[in-house]
């Protein structure tokens, strides 16, 4: 076939999802191209393996940012999903939907039906809760969201020590309330990784209607006049064009979604010029308002032998933690990276939380790299709303390449202020009297980084991406200048195309951005159908 009711670009955490459920009454022809392979390597499907794929050439992007001013003119290794579930066959597996005040500001800046109250339904459906069914949870969604089940000593002395702060116990940080210290769900699956591939398009994959194209790079958007009307993509050295009857939907993420915008003519009018790109329809806002939760690293020297380090430090405990998995699909292997959190107010005066701790029984230097030797734990601060605005454009007329990424990380005072004050809470959570025995030394950034100068510094020399870019094909209304798509997800000015994944978030959500996806996805499909009939 060549010709399809709906041609979705982008295989990943979106598009998998629209590829179910546009296909799923069999009434509409519907193909997902994917860049990307297979999600056939193993290690993909192992919480763990999150550290093999971290740097793999073959199913993560591997991007950088530009060399970034705030951050000492580093260029950012920003990792991406490049296969069948996008990130979400690649990343931390935390499942986390926000705070309330996210959703109901979104809808205060004129995106009519996205208030908290109004996604809520849309988060119940696709959940299937281990835990069950409530005014907050589904159980009967395709996405699963499973407790990490056996407790950590590190882990309970966490929120042991948040009590003495005052910072309560929190077991549902989606639920009435996120501020808190518990342990994560993940979207995990009786011991295996439940991304949106596995969840969503591994049940639809046998549907007549649905195609699915994968090591398939899409060029540009095909229109007449001003209306999508296909995609032109290329697979294993050949170029194909595929019709769209009713709509083109782009799900490629928050940098190459406005990517294909801007190669394709639609996009900021002086950038499409430059490179002799034939405007379609000009729209400044494609590609600007990039934001991301940059997080800085604390890393503390543990007293005893506890921590995921002193496991994969040691052939035999390695041996019996793939035995433990192999046999009872738990254990370290079962669990990934973080298992401990904590969504905090670094001003008493605040109303909600603007901080988030990952707390990690391990350490190494960056996020996927090998773990220390000695034993080791982490707390991964990250201010949940940064003021910081960076943007995507195209380097060249060339789709292979990747554009130029600007995140301009602390490029505010209060993104400062608010980094430091975070770090400072981490010092004061391994003082407390139960965590401080498991702490030998502060190991990054060392006791030698006092003032709040110093610890930004640290945080230039030594802060990366907690993998959260978001917001370059924003969602507004008309009278917002930068507005990329309606609260329909529409692309302004132009028919048959809409944009859905991350890059449509007008403000960073407060906290990890795979569950609000996911829910996004869902709502776009019933707009998409409800305009189908």
């Known amino acids: 076939m060549t010709t399809f009711d709906y041609v979705i670009v982008g295989g990943g955490t979106a598009g998998c999802v629209l590829a179910n459920r546009l296909s799923a009454d069999g009434r509409h022809a519907v193909l997902l191209i994917e860049a990307g392979p297979r999600d056939s390597y193993p290690w993909i499907h192992i919480p763990i393996g999150y550290a093999k794929t971290m740097f793999h050439p073959v199913y993560n992007w591997c991007f950088k940012t530009e060399p970034d001013p705030g951050m000492h003119g580093r260029q950012i290794y920003w990792p991406r999903g490049r296969t069948l579930g996008g990130s979400s066959a690649i990343n931390g597996l935390i499942y986390i939907r926000g705070q309330h005040a996210d959703y109901d500001h979104w809808a205060s800046l004129g995106n009519t039906g996205w208030s908290h109250m109004e996604v809520l339904p849309y988060f119940r459906k696709l959940e299937h809760n281990t835990r069950g069914s409530d005014a907050w949870h589904g159980a009967d969604g395709p996405q699963w969201a499973s407790d990490i089940g056996a407790p950590h ?128 329809h000009a729209l400044p806002g494609v590609g600007e308002n990039l934001q991301d939760h940059l997080q800085a690293r604390v890393i503390f020297r543990c007293t005893k032998p506890i921590t995921t380090n002193d496991t994969l430090n040691s052939w035999w405990r390695k041996m019996a933690m793939g035995v433990q998995y192999a046999l009872t699909r738990t254990g370290p292997m079962a669990v990934g990276i973080n298992q401990g959190g904590i969504f905090a107010r670094t001003d008493p005066a605040l109303t909600r939380p603007d901080v988030q701790f990952h707390f990690a029984t391990l350490s190494s230097d960056m996020a996927g790299s090998p773990v220390h030797t000695f034993p080791g734990f982490t707390m991964s601060v990250c201010q949940l709303r940064p003021e910081s605005r960076g943007y995507v454009r195209i380097k060249t007329t060339d789709p292979i390449v990747a554009p130029a990424m600007q995140p301009h990380y602390l490029s505010t005072p209060r993104d400062r202020a608010t980094l430091v004050a975070g770090i400072r809470l981490a010092r004061q959570l391994a003082a407390t009297r139960a965590l401080s025995p498991y702490v030998d030394i502060e190991y990054m950034p060392g006791l030698h980084a006092a003032t709040d100068d110093d610890l930004i510094e640290f945080a230039r020399a030594k802060g990366a991406t907690i993998f959260h870019p978001s917001g370059t094909c924003k969602m507004g209304p008309s009278s917002d200048p930068l507005a990329v798509v309606d609260p329909q997800l529409r692309v302004q000015g132009v028919a048959g195309l809409r944009v859905v994944d991350c890059s449509i978030m007008p403000t960073l959500v407060s906290g990890n951005t795979n569950a609000p996806v996911t829910m996004i996805a869902e709502k776009a499909a019933d707009m998409i159908l409800s305009d189908a009939t």
Do not use: M, W
């Open 153 to 280: 000593e590190l882990v309970e002395s966490l929120i042991a020590a948040g009590a003495e702060l005052g910072i309560p116990r929190n077991d549902d940080f989606n639920g009435a309330t996120q501020e808190g210290v518990g342990y994560y769900q993940l979207t995990t699956r009786r011991g295996f990784r439940c991304s949106t591939a596995v969840a969503y398009l591994r049940p639809a994959r046998r549907r007549a209607n649905l195609s699915v194209e994968t090591n398939a790079q899409a060029t540009k958007i095909t229109f007449d006049g001003r209306r999508a009307t296909g995609v032109v993509y290329r697979q294993r050295g050949r170029e194909h064009t595929v019709a769209a009857r009713r709509e083109v939907i782009v799900a490629a993420g928050a940098l190459q979604s406005p990517q294909l915008l801007q190669l394709s003519g639609v996009g900021p009018a002086p950038l499409l010029q430059e490179f002799g790109i034939p405007v379609v």
